[in-house]
């Protein structure tokens, strides 16, 4: 009889390793195996369970070796030892898991519901064709092929005949609260479910924070309050004058296309031409915007009030010009003398001669391209280059900032740059800066000004009525687009909780654009978090694709055809068109930046007139509002690289500042070299360049949410002599001979949807029709989710 048995547990041994596609072939193997699982106090099945998962994690071969098995053997009695030597405290009405031996706990085909101990999916799809799905249900032990057993709330589900979408939004299938009440108490299993049934003890477990809030829909910033705010569903249409869609154009270069990138592959050649190309681009900003000096219309354009940099107050402005023709090459004027702009008081000070010296400034437009930061220069003049700090990833010091120039004019030498005589700037590594000073010795660059800002221009008629199929001239087009009206909703991700993935907080925000209809939908991921708790760690019981498509494309797709059915479908206030922007964190996406946009999700959603995939970052034209903007976390990175120094008496907010190096820069992402996981590819250097002026500077930042009015006087200590701070066609779409904008910009950061385990924020826009600026028509809230 013991013979007997002693084959049958061969027998049984041998066909536990071939349910999980492992080979014993040698006898002696077989006898080893049986030998462990004796000493080790575990069924055959369990042994070749806790096999299997050694395997996997350790990417061994389906050949089994005596070595392999003698490891498995000594790492599970190690287990055992380690939760022999903890308390065993059971709790009432359960078992306590944590204190049972590793051995002995139930294995992946003891579990009911199979959702405590995962499996990688592609594993159990190589095993079973059937388990397509991990988490919804559980093989029901026979062979492979065999359908799932359904779960409860599947069942019920079922029985109450709605699908796991419902009508599109709020009857998705099983809550996380649902979820969890299936299993038994303090989430673990019963001793039914032990000994192999499946009668569950059910509690219902506590409410998450987000379900208890409170705050829901409060405003957390507003600006423009006395602007009306977004009407509700029932006069949606009453407030826009357009008379089709708004139209989400992207602006600038057309966007890339995967498999283009070169990020972690670039030459290092490569590199340093894309950094040149900033500087040179930088530098030709700099003279078309001080080229426009010597025009006589602009000389007589009342002068600005002066500040005394002796007595710190505003002096008298100085007498308009006796002659109504300047001379052809009429000297820049003073930073901070008589007549000068107020971008840097006191500057005079620290130049030889006082402000009258007839070397104070060149004549005629700058031309930083002409010299060497390391030629030795006894009179003041214009060089071009980038800040860098003393050491590589250091952070700035005032002591030690160190300007590089271009090889083109100073052949990438470096030089200290001695900043001691500026009232005020804000510096950041890599930043393209152009500076007009003197450097006697040829090593140290003295500044005098230091010009950091030079923003692009304001969008043109033809930028404006390019797409639209209006007729008529592109003035008159380009008025009618910028005196319409828009509402809209953007939101960032991530869009689902630390502690689950049911995306609970992108239905309450779909919930939100029921009530309040937007005329756009904006949506910048990262919609699959690759730093989400679950997916970080791998135990997520669905693919990033399945949860893309499942929890984020399907329920858009349900939100959209919900909108139009319950709208007319020849009312254009009931349709919203939605834009998609991907992340750089996004699981589903190329991990690189500029990334490419979500066509394909995009076309998942609806068709492309009502869907549009953007890239990130982008430029797009969306109704009247010309918005610029990406998914990377900016303010936060600059926050942390900018060295800043506020001039005397000036009050100047943080965040909208830090944001203006964008407008300065003429780039959506100026800083470099880039903090880690941002990705940056150098190669693609004109797909972050500012093709024009926006009206709305899109930031999404993990920093406080806020929306603030980013006006010159936040800037103007870096900005070009002489320019323009009240430029008549701000914001009105004209201005197109312009090289450089001063108008006001709105800078918007939502938020996160959610943060941790609780709700966030997310910001409605809404563009009053008018026909005054697209600014200061521009209410916006930023509102708890």
């Known amino acids: 009889m013991a013979q007997t048995a002693g084959s049958v547990q061969l027998a049984g041994l041998e066909q536990a390793f071939a349910k999980k596609k492992y080979k014993l072939g040698d006898p002696g193997l077989v006898a080893r195996a049986q030998q462990l699982s004796q000493q080790l106090h575990i069924s055959p099945d369990a042994f070749a369970n806790h096999y299997d998962s050694y395997a996997l994690c350790n990417d061994w071969s389906m050949d089994v070796t005596a070595h392999r098995l003698k490891v498995v053997a000594d790492y599970l009695e190690a287990e055992q030892r380690k939760e022999n030597a903890r308390p065993r405290a059971v709790p009432t009405g359960g078992v306590n898991m944590k204190g049972m031996p590793q051995a002995a706990r139930p294995t992946w085909e003891d579990v009911p519901d199979k959702v405590d ?108 309050e006395h602007l009306p705010a977004a009407p509700p569903a029932a006069g949606a249409a009453s407030l826009s004058r357009r008379v089709g869609v708004p139209v989400v154009r992207p602006l600038g270069e057309p966007p890339l296309e995967a498999g283009g990138h070169l990020f972690m592959m670039e030459l290092l050649e490569g590199k340093v031409n894309a950094l040149d190309e900033r500087i040179l681009d930088f530098a030709d900003a700099l003279t078309a915007a ?32 006796t002659s109504s023709t300047p001379p052809p090459h009429t000297p820049l ?100 800066v ?56 953007v939101a960032a991700g991530p869009y689902c909780l630390t502690e689950d993935l049911s995306y609970s907080p992108l239905e309450e925000l779909l919930s939100y654009c029921s009530a309040h209809p937007p005329d756009v939908l904006l949506l910048l991921g990262p919609f699959v978090d690759s730093e989400h708790p679950s997916l970080a760690a791998g135990s997520a019981c669905r693919t990033a694709e399945e949860l893309m498509r499942e929890e984020v494309l399907r329920r ?144 999404p930042s993990d920093l406080a949410p806020f929306a603030k009015v980013l006006a010159p006087p936040a800037w103007e200590a870096g900005a070009p002599p002489g320019l323009n701070n009240n430029n008549p066609a701000a914001g009105a779409g004209a201005g197109a001979g312009s090289s450089s904008s001063a108008a006001p910009v709105v800078v918007l950061n939502p938020g996160r949807l959610s943060r941790g385990g609780a709700g966030g924020t997310f910001a409605h826009v809404v563009v009053v029709p008018g026909a005054g600026p697209v600014v200061e028509r521009t209410r916006v809230e930023v509102k708890r989710v």
């Open 117 to 224: 101990y995962l499996t990688p999916s592609a594993k159990r799809q190589a095993l079973d064709p059937a388990a397509v799905n991990p988490g919804t249900g559980s093989r029901t032990g026979g062979p492979p092929g065999t359908a799932p057993k359904p779960t409860a709330a599947s069942a019920a589900a079922a029985a109450a005949g709605r699908s796991p979408f419902g009508n599109g939004m709020g009857a998705m299938a099983g809550t996380p609260q649902q979820q969890q009440s299936q299993r038994g108490q303090g989430g673990v299993l019963t001793p039914g479910g032990l000994a192999g049934a499946g009668a569950r003890t059910p509690t219902t477990a506590p409410p998450s924070a987000f379900t208890l809030r409170t705050n829901r829909g409060q405003v957390v910033a507003v600006l423009h």
């Open 290 to 321: 001080t080229r426009n000096l010597t025009n006589p219309q602009q000389q007589q354009q009342p002068a600005v009030p002066s500040t005394n940099p002796a007595a710190g107050t505003p002096g008298p402005a100085p007498p308009p010009p």
């Open 333 to 432: 004027p003073t930073p901070g003398g008589p007549g000068g702009p107020l971008h840097t008081p006191g500057t005079a000070a620290a130049t030889p001669g006082g402000p009258s010296s007839a070397h104070d400034l060149e004549s005629g437009p700058a031309q930083p391209l002409l010299h060497s930061v390391a030629e030795v220069a006894q009179q003041p003049v214009w060089v071009a280059g980038r800040i860098l700090p003393e050491a590589e990833g250091a952070p700035l010091n005032p002591e030690s900032l160190l300007l590089e120039g271009c090889r083109e004019a100073s052949g990438g030498a470096r030089v200290r740059l001695d900043v001691s005589c500026l009232p005020g700037f804000r510096v950041f590594p890599g930043q393209s």
């Open 434 to 489: 152009c500076v007009y000073g003197l450097n006697p010795t040829g090593s140290k660059f003295i500044a005098q000004r230091l010009v950091t800002h030079v923003p692009p221009p304001a969008p043109g008629a033809s930028v404006l009525a390019a797409g639209e199929s209006s007729s008529g001239n592109a003035a008159e087009v380009a008025a009618a687009v910028r005196s319409s009206g828009m509402s809209m909703v």
């Open 556 to 699: 858009l797709a349900a939100w959209r055809q919900q909108q139009q059915q319950q709208g007319d479908a020849g009312a254009a206030g009931n349709t919203t068109t939605i834009a998609l922007m991907p992340a750089v964190r996004d699981m589903t996406a190329l991990p690189v930046m500029p990334q490419p946009p979500l066509s394909s999700a995009a076309a998942a959603v609806g068709p492309p007139d009502t869907v549009v995939a953007l890239q990130n970052p982008c430029t797009a034209l969306l109704g009247p509002l010309v918005v610029s903007g990406g998914s990377s976390d900016l303010l936060k990175a600059l926050s942390a690289a900018e060295l800043s120094r506020v001039r005397p008496g000036a009050q100047v907010e943080r965040l909208p500042a830090l944001a203006s190096h964008v407008l300065g820069q003429r780039s959506l992402y100026p800083l470099y070299p880039a903090p880690p996981g941002t990705c940056l590819d150098t190669s693609h250097y004109t797909q972050l360049q500012l093709p024009v002026a926006p009206d709305l500077l899109l930031l």
